[in-house]
């Protein structure tokens, strides 16, 4: 569309009907589909009364009509990003049970919240501690020096031998932490753990004395009580990482606009902000009935947050998730409410001059910021620094 500074042809262009809006993702659309219907009421409300009976010009200008009401905002350049937002839960990462291999009967259990690090009590036996110790791989077999060097190998031994040296129990200089023999320098080290916690030292881990996790665990849920016998492969605990995170389940239209890295902006349930950034963005769809009705499919976006500590202690709280779907680099960006909609598709802006001077400008709007209430647009006739009329509602 071209400009002119003789509105009567221009005005004429201006509808209160409602246009065609452009085609836009759908993950914005009914947060937008409130700003457009907002500039489009404006248009019905002042148009036929104001923009439809100004000549676009100064009021001083032949004795035009002054502007319709509203505030000036300037035309900038800058970086703009999209945001939808989406509902999350806080909490934590992983789920981790605790196989007891025990026998006996359980007679301390930690409180739900407690943080178990490797090298501490997990829970007891007959009085006896059940101990954390780093490793992927889970207790399966005693771990005992044999009647030869290689006698006892493995992966479990190589995870023991590396806790070991980790916990302090032994040196390197005398334990390879990379070895997968238990041999004396084992043994020794053993010992030295066994004696810390008022433990017979018989140099010997036999099944059920020790877990292997591979990090420190955050109590989730109990599944025995004290006074219980504890019988091998039932679950005692069920723990997750320390490690915060979002979890949210999102609509799979919304899939392709959310990548592996991309920065988020969390409100917590106190409406204070906190930064965090997409960690996982999962392949497979999920459905859910709600009451008898089919929920749309999701898939499961996992959000960690860059400063844990601004969350506490909350868990499995409800949050706010703004979501970065898009983004424009040195993008010409207006208010939203800066559009106006054109009766022949389209939209302009209205830019006033330095003399005060109104004139319309066609432009195409092109990334939405919902968040902020920002569009970029392009144009011949627009340009940075340049005066937007922005209606007021």
Do not use: C
């Amino acid at each position: 569309m071209t400009t002119t500074d003789d509105a009567p042809a221009a005005h004429a262009a201006i509808q209160p009907a409602t246009p065609a809006a452009p085609a836009a993702p759908a993950a914005r659309g009914r947060r937008r589909g409130r700003l457009v219907a907002g500039v489009v009421v404006l248009l019905a409300v002042a148009g036929a009364g104001v923009l439809l009976a100004h000549p676009w010009r100064s009021p001083a200008a032949k004795g035009a009509a002054p502007p319709a009401a509203g505030s000036l905002a300037t035309v900038t350049r800058r970086d703009l990003s999209a945001q939808t937002q989406v509902d999350g839960t806080l909490g934590y990462a992983g789920s981790y049970p605790v196989i007891n291999q025990a026998r006996g009967t359980i007679t301390w259990l930690p409180g739900l919240g407690t943080v178990i690090r490797s090298g501490h009590v997990l829970y007891r036996v007959d009085g006896t501690p059940v101990l954390l110790l780093r490793g992927k791989v889970p207790a399966y077999r005693d771990l005992a020096e044999g009647a030869t060097a290689d006698a006892v190998t493995g992966a479990d031994v190589r995870q023991l031998n590396a806790a070991l040296v980790r916990l302090g129990y032994a040196k390197r200089s005398d334990l390879d932490p990379h070895s997968d023999e238990f041999g004396w320098a084992t043994r020794v080290a053993v010992e030295r753990l066994q004696s810390h916690f008022g433990m017979a030292k018989t140099g010997r881990l036999p099944l059920g004395s020790v877990v292997f996790l591979p990090r420190s665990l955050r109590v989730q849920s109990r599944s025995a009580v004290r006074g219980a016998p504890a019988g091998p492969g039932a679950t005692v605990l069920t723990g997750t990482s320390t490690r915060r995170t979002v979890s949210i389940a999102l609509d799979v239209a919304q899939q392709s606009q959310v990548k592996v890295g991309n920065p988020v902006t969390i409100t917590l349930p106190d409406q204070s902000t906190t930064t965090g950034r997409v960690t996982s963005v999962g392949r497979v769809a999920t459905s859910a009935a709600d009451q008898g009705q089919d929920k749309s499919a999701t898939i499961a976006v996992t959000v960690t947050l860059r400063h844990p500590g601004a969350a506490g202690h909350l868990d499995a709280a409800p949050v706010l998730v703004g979501l970065e779907t898009g983004r424009a680099a040195g993008a010409l960006v207006v208010p939203v409410t800066a559009l106006l909609a054109l009766a022949g598709g389209g939209y302009a802006v209205e830019v006033v001059s330095a003399e005060g001077q109104h004139r319309l400008v066609a432009v195409t709007p092109g990334l939405f910021d919902d968040a902020d209430g920002l569009v970029a647009v392009t144009g011949d006739g627009i340009a940075a620094g340049q005066r937007v009329v922005v209606p007021s509602s």
